[in-house]
């Protein structure tokens, strides 16, 4: 096959679009132009001649000469605008935008067939880490049992540095938000919303479910207290934000996002800072353990490249678990075992507790362990948002 150079036409020059300039600068073996870069602010101070650049989006866009979009901005809506104009008008795109994927996944997968166009996206999960090929590629055959991890950096730093520090919540955000790992405006991150849009895009590769984000329940870290870190040492854990999605039978999937306990024994437990983990367990290759910076320019532009050099060589995801139809249903008739910290028992009875099996109450703190069902945590999602307390996956298996 006689390879077209690559002409890219690049959107967004901030961390990741400088670190994937980085890198693509630095690899020998593969090379491809930047033919122009769209950005937003015109009174950026650029770090390459301003000649590189355009204000208007249409300069790439319309340019017939360019065969490859990038799409690096911070916008999901003009990004999803840029990414499907694009490929309407047949060019393959690369994108790290994980909000607009998740939000958009079954169109953006039917505008890949109509259109014949390639939408690679694997820095949107996991940044660094390559889950979404492996799950096309690898585990194409494999009876996928279930796949968990840490998905988000931002709260991985800010759980470690609580554990480690013992210090307050806000003051942990603080420092995550001054050393550049959190947004000034963290909500994305801290109520787990990246986290759930990166485990719809991943459960639609392991899966071949295009699951709607509204779908599926959700919960952050914004609510953790102190007595949560000492009640996870004590017992000898470390709280993570774990996404999840596995089989409850042998068509249906459920999933969530919530923080687990993580014993010294697991994978999870060393994956700190910004370091993101993925563990899949499946009936033949068992137990598969990937890790990696989950954030990034340089390790999300590495992603990047990776997914420019795949679209060179005409690579396109099959959705292969999609085509195979294997998991037809989506539940969340499901049962967990959550440690729940409240402080009016009232509060608690919204739970719906099935079990308790261990019980706590002192003035200043009170909590219960026991069994609820996910469709309960998802019917109450709206008052969990105002909920004063904190829910804790304990991750125990129910029979
Ligand atoms: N940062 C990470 O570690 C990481 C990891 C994985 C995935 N991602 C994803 O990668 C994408 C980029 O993230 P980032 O951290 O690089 O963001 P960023 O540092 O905030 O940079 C955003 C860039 O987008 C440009 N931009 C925003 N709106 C635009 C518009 N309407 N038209 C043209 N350019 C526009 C900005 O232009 P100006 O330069 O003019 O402001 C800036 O260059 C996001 O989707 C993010 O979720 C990021």
Redesign the pocket.
Same mark, same amino acid.
């Given at each position: 096959m006689t390879k077209e150079k690559l002409r890219i036409g690049l959107?967004?020059?901030? =961390? /990741?679009?400088?670190?994937l300039h980085d890198v693509l600068n630095s690899s020998n073996g593969f090379k491809a132009d930047i033919i122009k870069i =769209? /950005?937003?602010?015109?009174l950026?101070k650029r770090r390459i001649p301003m000649s590189n650049f355009t204000?208007d989006?249409n300069d790439i866009l319309n340019d017939k000469s360019i065969n490859l979009i990038v799409e690096?901005?911070?916008?999901?809506d003009?990004?999803f605008s840029?990414v499907t104009t694009a490929m309407k008008s047949g060019k393959n795109v690369v994108?790290?935008?994980?909000?607009?994927v998740a939000k958009h996944f079954r169109e953006l997968v039917d505008l890949q067939t109509k259109y014949k166009v390639s939408l690679l996206y694997e820095?949107?999960a996991g940044?660094s880490i390559p889950i979404i090929r492996n799950l096309e590629e690898y585990y194409d055959n494999e009876l996928l049992y279930s796949l968990r991890g840490i998905l988000n950096?931002t709260t991985n730093y800010i759980l470690t540095k609580m554990h480690n520090e013992g210090i307050e919540y806000s003051v942990a955000l603080k420092g995550a938000q001054e050393k550049g790992f959190a947004e000034s405006d963290p909500t994305l991150d801290v109520q787990g919303w990246?986290a759930k849009y990166k485990l719809c895009i991943i459960t639609g590769h392991a899966y071949g479910l295009f699951l709607e984000p509204e779908e599926v329940f959700h919960y952050g870290i914004s609510t953790i207290s102190k007595f949560d870190i000492q009640y996870a040492k004590e017992k000898g854990f470390k709280i993570k934000l774990v996404p999840y999605v596995g089989k409850t039978n042998d068509n249906t999937i459920t999933s969530f996002v919530l923080p687990r306990f993580i014993s010294s024994d697991k994978y999870l437990y060393n994956v700190d800072n910004e370091y993101n983990g993925v563990i899949t367990e499946a009936a033949f290759a068992d137990k598969q353990f990937f890790s990696g910076k989950?954030?990034?320019?340089h390790?999300?532009g590495s992603?990047v490249l990776s997914d420019i050099s795949a679209n060179s060589y005409g690579y396109r995801y099959e959705y292969k678990k999609h085509q195979q139809g294997m998991v037809t249903n989506y539940t969340r008739n499901h049962k967990l075992e959550i440690y729940l910290r409240y402080n009016d028992e009232k509060d608690k009875e919204l739970f719906g507790f099935e079990e308790v099996s261990e019980y706590f109450s002192s003035r200043f703190y009170k909590y219960a362990i026991g069994i609820v069902n996910l469709e309960r945590l998802y019917t109450i999602r709206g008052q969990l948002r105002s909920f004063d307390g904190f829910i804790i996956n304990t991750g125990r298996r129910l029979v």
């Open positions: 959107f967004g020059y901030g =961390c /990741v679009g400088q670190g =769209c /950005v937003k602010d015109r950026k204000f989006k690096l901005i911070d916008d999901a003009e990004a840029i994108t790290a935008n994980k909000m607009m820095a949107s940044a950096g990246d989950g954030a990034g320019g390790a999300t992603a």
